[in-house]
């Protein structure tokens, strides 16, 4: 199997920004307080590195793939309990995207892919606690079970 390039692996990454952002849309409508607050601050993160990697494709050659209209759920957010547990999904899977590109980067690319895994695996890890959920942490963050 080949591997992919270093900006195939970022317009994986970005594919994977889009659907984190549509999918807080749906998460924070369903929290109040801390927790909404906090949905709002993990949006705003998405948003800031997907227009970074818009401009790092853009301007470097790399095709930057478009954002869609809507994009499918693992499942219905009809409350806070699923709106907690898609927070958590979420971000798991845009860590495995940032965790997929650390094998095709190098130099600031693999930076930017690191720093972006652990950000999400923290961020994870906090809405598990805010969920109940335990473990709090798995053992290699964006990497399927």
Same mark, same amino acid.
């Given at each position: 199997?080949?591997?992919?390039?270093? +900006?195939?692996?970022?317009?994986?990454?970005?594919?994977?920004?889009?659907?984190?952002?549509?999918?807080? +849309?749906?998460? +924070?409508?369903?929290?109040?307080?801390?927790?909404?607050?906090?949905?709002?601050?993990?949006?705003?993160?998405?948003?800031?590195?997907?227009?970074?990697?818009?401009?790092?494709?853009?301007?470097?050659?790399?095709?930057?793939?478009?954002?869609?209209?809507?994009?499918?759920?693992?499942?219905?957010?009809?409350?806070?309990?699923?709106?907690?547990?898609?927070?958590?999904?979420?971000?798991?899977?845009?860590?495995?995207?940032?965790?997929?590109?650390?094998?095709?980067?190098?130099?600031?690319?693999?930076?930017?892919?690191?720093?972006?895994?652990?950000?999400?695996?923290?961020?994870?890890?906090?809405?598990?606690?805010?969920? +109940?959920?335990?473990?709090?942490?798995?053992?290699?963050?964006?990497?399927?079970?």
């Amino acid at each position: 199997m080949r591997q992919p390039t270093a +900006g195939e692996a970022l317009a994986a990454a970005l594919s994977a920004e889009y659907a984190a952002i549509y999918a807080y +849309g749906r998460i +924070g409508v369903r929290l109040t307080g801390a927790a909404r607050d906090a949905a709002r601050q993990a949006e705003s993160s998405h948003r800031r590195r997907r227009d970074a990697l818009v401009v790092q494709l853009s301007t470097t050659g790399g095709t930057v793939p478009p954002d869609r209209a809507g994009y499918a759920l693992p499942f219905a957010v009809t409350d806070r309990v699923s709106a907690l547990r898609l927070a958590v999904e979420v971000e798991e899977r845009t860590a495995a995207h940032w965790r997929a590109a650390l094998a095709s980067t190098t130099g600031a690319d693999r930076d930017q892919a690191l720093a972006a895994l652990v950000e999400y695996a923290v961020r994870a890890t906090r809405w598990r606690k805010t969920a +109940g959920v335990a473990p709090l942490t798995v053992a290699f963050p964006g990497r399927p079970s």
